[in-house]
């Protein structure tokens, strides 16, 4: 079973990226996945997530209004659309899945238990 991302590369600001998570080895539908970045020196955190069928949604403020979560089960892919990207957006992406959807909460005990390699999105200022 493995998670992997795709669909990173370097945008100006403003500009637009579509990440993909792609699911093999597992179907996907049953899983809640989650997206999270790193940035160089910085502590991973949480962006966006979405339940088992894509009914429940939820973002951190930072990309509330700019980046959208979305699920194919038909492809076993979940997607980020990120629009008016900015420099501060710039870091390694990575989606995990987890058994139940938790909302917001992205931290220890939340179950991720699945990882994808990571995919670099570069904003330069």
């Known amino acids: 079973s493995q998670l992997v991302e795709s669909g990173g590369g370097l945008v100006q600001p403003g500009g637009s990226l579509r990440l993909s998570c792609a699911a093999s080895?597992?179907?996907?539908?049953?899983?809640?996945v989650g997206w999270f970045r790193q940035a160089p020196g910085k502590e991973r955190e949480g962006i966006s997530s979405?339940?088992?069928?894509?009914?429940?949604?939820s973002y951190e403020d930072f990309v509330k209004g700019r980046f959208t979560i979305s699920r194919d089960d038909a492809k076993n892919t979940v997607y980020l659309q990120m629009n008016s990207l900015q420099p501060e957006d710039t870091a390694m992406y990575y989606c995990?899945?987890?058994?139940?959807?938790?909302?917001?909460?992205?931290?220890?005990?939340?179950?991720?238990?699945?990882w994808g390699p990571g995919t670099q999105v570069t904003v330069p200022s």
């Open positions: 995990a899945r987890t058994t139940y959807y938790r909302g917001g909460n992205y931290g220890p005990g939340t179950g991720y238990n699945l």
């Open positions: 979405i339940s088992p069928g894509g009914g429940a949604t």
């Open positions: 080895g597992f179907s996907l539908d049953r899983w809640a």
